[in-house]
């Protein structure tokens, strides 16, 4: 099984890995097959399903698809200019993706919400079409959103995961459990990050991995001075005002101070995750860690450990994020990293996870310390729902990500005061995180129909 870092950690758009960036992803592939086709499409059509159709407003799902079939992807995206297309796609009804001639497209009619036909693939799922002059269709194609930007169709999906499949290059150490991970770090002598980075370049060149890692943690780090930078009020119609701007202003005119009690260094860790994730909200660039609900613990507890940790060094920046890679790959591929398949322990549990071992191994934490980490961190988000309040990824998700990163720093600490050896393996936290969200009710998998989603008043 082969996960690149680079899958793991994508740049992208809020708010929604999932419902935003997925669907958007689905649209310039589909674009794409109409590139290469014989057909000559003079329009599109969208419906979207499943969670995608009950929760898409709120995740600006349609506006997604409709800046997607204008030819717009996630890491290109310009916020100015993605609203002066939004303007002139619905004044004129069509759009203008670039290798296609203009095609009809009115969001108003064009775009369906589709409620009452949930696909069977997957809780996500939705249909793109081209049509002729008259309306008929010329090519259709069912996407699913599988979670963290994956976009998979329906005859991928029913062949199975393609890092299953052992495609491209063999790797030099195909770890798919935890256990192996941990048998191969043994055999070799070599840390996680140093099998995770020798996996990386059987595929790529050290200049190109290099390069990429740095461009991920720039985007992090850009997203969580945007967020710091920025103030006023969240869209969606919660009223939710921005936080991280305040926190942040009054926790940097108490330094120094020595005022503040002992706990305040969570404060500083919550800031950093929520300025990411009121990006997020904002409908801005942020990089999936593993997605975007989620995107804003990973960069908290980097940045946490380099501005608060003595002899934190930038350098080992890669090796964080190619251990919290390793980390995300085992999850994903052996349970899974979607709030609509597993809830929220797929994505927040996941992503402090994810950053426990980056922080356990950039601390020196040996390979079974790592994964220790891990373990705690997970274990204590097991059975975690996904219960957006009008299925907005503002409340809970917010403030959520801000506590996933101090567990994730609980959790590489403790597992660094032990020797490794511990009760709970790895591999068995992520098949009861598997099992549980199975065994979850569909309300509380990003469907907004359950938990704190009904039972706060939202107008
Ligand atoms: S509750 Fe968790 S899983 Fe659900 S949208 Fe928010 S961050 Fe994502």
């Given at each position: 099984?082969?996960?690149?870092?680079?899958?793991?950690?994508?740049?992208?758009?809020?708010?929604?890995?999932?419902?935003?960036?997925?669907?958007?992803?689905?649209?310039?592939?589909?674009?794409?097959?109409?590139?290469?086709?014989?057909?000559?499409?003079?329009?599109?059509?969208?419906?979207?399903?499943?969670?995608?159709?009950f929760t898409g407003v709120g995740h600006a799902t349609d506006r997604a698809v409709i800046l997607g079939l204008d030819g717009v992807t996630p890491?290109?995206?310009?916020?100015?200019?993605?609203?002066?297309?939004?303007?002139?796609?619905?004044?004129?009804?069509?759009?203008?993706?670039?290798?296609?001639?203009?095609?009809?497209?009115?969001?108003?009619?064009?775009?369906?919400?589709?409620?009452?036909?949930?696909?069977?693939?997957?809780?996500?799922?939705?249909?793109?079409?081209?049509?002729?002059?008259?309306?008929?269709?010329?090519?259709?194609?069912?996407?699913?959103?599988?979670?963290?930007?994956?976009?998979?169709?329906?005859?991928?999906?029913?062949?199975?995961?393609?890092?299953?499949?052992?495609?491209?290059?063999?790797?030099?150490?195909?770890?798919?459990?935890?256990?192996?991970?941990?048998?191969?770090?043994?055999?070799?002598?070599?840390?996680?990050?140093?099998?995770?980075?020798?996996?990386?370049?059987?595929?790529?060149?050290?200049?190109?991995?290099?390069?990429?890692?740095?461009?991920?943690?720039?985007?992090?780090?850009?997203?969580?001075?945007?967020?710091?930078?920025?103030?006023?009020?969240?869209?969606?119609?919660?009223?939710?005002?921005?936080?991280?701007?305040?926190?942040?202003?009054?926790?940097?005119?108490?330094?120094?101070?020595?005022?503040?009690?002992?706990?305040?260094?969570?404060?500083?860790?919550?800031?950093?995750?929520?300025?990411?994730?009121?990006?997020?909200?904002?409908?801005?660039?942020?990089?999936?860690?593993?997605?975007?609900?989620?995107?804003?613990?990973?960069?908290?507890?980097?940045?946490?450990?380099?501005?608060?940790?003595?002899?934190?060094?930038?350098?080992?920046?890669?090796?964080?994020?190619?251990?919290?890679?390793?980390?995300?790959?085992?999850?994903?591929?052996?349970?899974?990293?979607?709030?609509?398949?597993?809830?929220?322990?797929?994505?927040?549990?996941?992503?402090?996870?994810?950053?426990?071992?980056?922080?356990?191994?950039?601390?020196?934490?040996?390979?079974?310390?790592?994964?220790?980490?891990?373990?705690?961190?997970?274990?204590?988000?097991?059975?975690?729902?996904?219960?957006?309040?009008?299925?907005?990824?503002?409340?809970?998700?917010?403030?959520?990500?801000?506590?996933?990163?101090?567990?994730?720093?609980?959790?590489?600490?403790?597992?660094?005061?032990?020797?490794?050896?511990?009760?709970?393996?790895?591999?068995?936290?992520?098949?009861?995180?598997?099992?549980?969200?199975?065994?979850?009710?569909?309300?509380?998998?990003?469907?907004?129909?359950?938990?704190?989603?009904?039972?706060?008043?939202?107008?």
């Amino acid at each position: 099984m082969y996960l690149s870092v680079f899958d793991i950690f994508k740049i992208g758009i809020g708010p929604s890995s999932s419902h935003t960036m997925g669907p958007m992803v689905a649209a310039a592939r589909f674009l794409e097959t109409l590139r290469g086709s014989p057909f000559n499409p003079v329009g599109l059509r969208a419906s979207l399903h499943g969670s995608l159709a009950f929760t898409g407003v709120g995740h600006a799902t349609d506006r997604a698809v409709i800046l997607g079939l204008d030819g717009v992807t996630p890491e290109a995206y310009d916020a100015a200019a993605a609203e002066t297309a939004l303007a002139r796609i619905r004044a004129t009804a069509e759009v203008r993706p670039d290798g296609l001639p203009p095609l009809r497209f009115d969001p108003a009619t064009d775009l369906v919400f589709d409620y009452d036909r949930p696909l069977p693939g997957h809780a996500n799922g939705m249909t793109l079409s081209a049509t002729d002059a008259q309306g008929d269709v010329l090519a259709t194609e069912t996407y699913y959103s599988i979670g963290g930007g994956f976009v998979r169709t329906e005859a991928e999906l029913a062949a199975g995961d393609p890092a299953d499949q052992g495609a491209e290059r063999p790797v030099p150490y195909p770890f798919s459990s935890a256990a192996e991970m941990l048998e191969m770090a043994r055999a070799s002598g070599r840390s996680i990050a140093a099998m995770k980075r020798a996996n990386e370049l059987a595929r790529m060149s050290p200049a190109a991995l290099e390069t990429g890692l740095a461009r991920i943690w720039s985007a992090m780090s850009d997203c969580i001075e945007r967020g710091l930078a920025t103030d006023g009020g969240l869209p969606g119609g919660l009223g939710i005002r921005r936080r991280a701007h305040a926190i942040h202003s009054a926790l940097m005119a108490e330094r120094g101070m020595n005022l503040t009690p002992p706990h305040t260094i969570n404060d500083w860790m919550s800031v950093y995750a929520m300025a990411v994730n009121e990006e997020n909200a904002a409908g801005g660039q942020v990089v999936t860690a593993p997605t975007n609900g989620a995107a804003g613990v990973v960069p908290a507890t980097i940045r946490y450990w380099l501005s608060h940790v003595p002899a934190a060094q930038p350098s080992k920046i890669g090796d964080f994020l190619l251990t919290a890679a390793a980390i995300g790959g085992l999850i994903k591929h052996n349970a899974s990293i979607s709030g609509a398949e597993c809830g929220c322990q797929a994505e927040v549990g996941s992503a402090s996870a994810m950053a426990a071992a980056g922080l356990a191994a950039v601390m020196g934490g040996s390979p079974e310390q790592v994964e220790n980490a891990a373990e705690i961190a997970l274990e204590h988000h097991l059975g975690m729902t996904c219960d957006p309040v009008k299925g907005l990824v503002q409340v809970p998700c917010i403030e959520r990500n801000g506590l996933g990163a101090i567990k994730a720093v609980s959790a590489a600490s403790l597992a660094l005061r032990g020797d490794g050896r511990h009760f709970v393996p790895l591999d068995a936290c992520i098949e009861t995180m598997r099992q549980t969200g199975r065994d979850m009710s569909e309300k509380y998998k990003e469907t907004a129909l359950g938990g704190l989603a009904v039972n706060v008043p939202n107008c």
